[in-house]
């Protein structure tokens, strides 16, 4: 009987130990399944993100490169782009201006066109002498101002207006044209040569344009060669009577303004001379001389094509400037400078005809000195000089 239990007993104890022991593996397959689910979820999510977090972050640098130097180079540009045509053409195209009704007597504070439009390009309808009055019919926020010109609207620059009325200085009387030599014959272009300069200067004033306030001295005596010693005004004259020859054989009627260099004549009365004759063209011979002993080079010197006394000529001016600087070069090898405008010379801007002022080297550049003073040299420029004349005629 106790064997029996005691074998009883045994069994259970297996039966429980084998129940445990399935208990326990079955636990450790679970948890192995488990494990075996989780790692092909968990871990690829992990690292797959990564790939297009960073990939944009390495292109976009890429993309990011070009851009800028696309970006700011037209801001680089548009600085130099915008004040040639985009802002000179908004306050006329863009934004007109606005004119507020203003009607009052206004004078001019010096000689000023009166233009067809509110702007420099207009066409010069007039002009204002110092002291002038004109009435005003608005004011407009550009500066100008509109007002009423021989029956009709035309416009002013402000600048040139003032309310006073300016004192004026008493009024100039131009010499009378002094008696000249016409050299040559027949029907042929009128050459006016006015042979810079003088023996001595006459420091007096005169204006520098017709009814103008600025003055200036009447003649100067010019440079002195810096190798040569020689004067200005000599040279020009040598220069002067042999492009007077070779225009007389050529055809040209002639006329000096100074065939000597004991004269006094101002630059009013050389300009009046080539007016009243009407000259076909008004050569100013001179030369140049600067600080530099390094400038060299040739250039005319013609007015502006705003200038309020003779603008009109400008093209004519050009065009004769061109031919005679281009002709001139080609015969002398002189640098040219280009031509040169301003309406600061006196004997410029009180001609009524096609008019340079032609600088034909500097005595300053001991080179050049030496060639403008050599006769032979001299020829050259003569010669220069008629053969642009002869372009600028068409012969």
């Not at 192995?32 to 689910?37: L, Q, V």
Request: aromatic share 6%; charged share 25%.
């Amino acid at each position: 009987m106790m064997s029996e239990k005691k074998s009883i007993q045994r069994l259970h104890g297996r039966a429980g130990a084998c129940v445990l022991l399935i208990a326990v593996l079955l636990v450790l397959f679970a948890l192995a399944g488990c494990s075996r689910n989780v790692d092909p979820e968990t871990i690829p999510p992990q690292t797959v993100p990564s790939i297009p977090v960073t990939a944009p972050q390495t292109k976009a640098p890429e993309t990011a490169a070009p851009t800028v130097p696309e970006t700011t180079a037209p801001a680089t540009e548009a600085p130099t782009e915008a004040p040639t045509e985009p802002v000179t053409e908004a306050p006329t195209t863009e934004a007109p201006a606005v004119y507020t009704p203003s009607e009052k007597t206004m004078y001019a504070t010096g000689t000023v066109n009166v233009r067809a439009a509110d702007n420099t390009d207009a066409e010069i309808l007039g002009r204002l002498k110092l002291a002038e009055a004109v009435q005003q019919l608005a004011e407009g926020d550009n500066g100008w101002r509109r007002v009423s010109y021989k029956g009709q609207e035309a416009y002013v620059s402000g600048r040139y207006l003032s309310e006073k009325q300016p004192e004026t200085p008493a009024p100039y009387t131009p010499p009378a044209v002094r008696d000249v030599t016409i050299h040559g014959s027949g029907n042929g272009q009128l050459i006016v040569i006015d042979p810079g300069h003088q023996r001595r200067a006459n420091k007096e004033q005169e204006p520098v344009g017709p009814g103008s306030d600025k003055t200036k001295k009447k003649v100067t005596a010019g440079c002195t060669g810096v190798v040569s010693k020689i004067e200005e005004s000599v040279v020009v004259l040598k220069v002067g009577l042999r492009l007077r020859d070779l225009l007389v054989e050529n055809g040209y009627r002639v006329i000096m303004v100074r065939e000597s260099q004991d004269v006094d004549i101002s630059n009013i009365e050389r300009a009046q001379i080539a007016n009243k004759y009407k000259a076909d063209a008004f050569l100013r011979l001179h030369i140049n001389s600067t600080d530099s002993s390094s400038v060299r080079g040739a250039n005319p010197i013609i007015t502006t094509k705003n200038n309020p006394w003779n603008g009109n000529l400008y093209s004519k001016n050009k065009k004769l400037a061109s031919c005679v600087l281009e002709a001139y070069c080609e015969a002398t090898g002189i640098k040219s400078r280009g031509v040169k405008e301003s309406d600061d010379y006196s004997g410029n801007n009180w001609a009524e005809v096609p008019t340079i002022l032609f600088e034909m080297g500097f005595m300053s550049n001991p080179e050049e000195d030496r060639l403008l003073t050599d006769a032979a040299f001299q020829e050259n420029m003569a010669k220069g000089i008629v053969n642009g004349l002869n372009r600028y005629f068409g012969q």
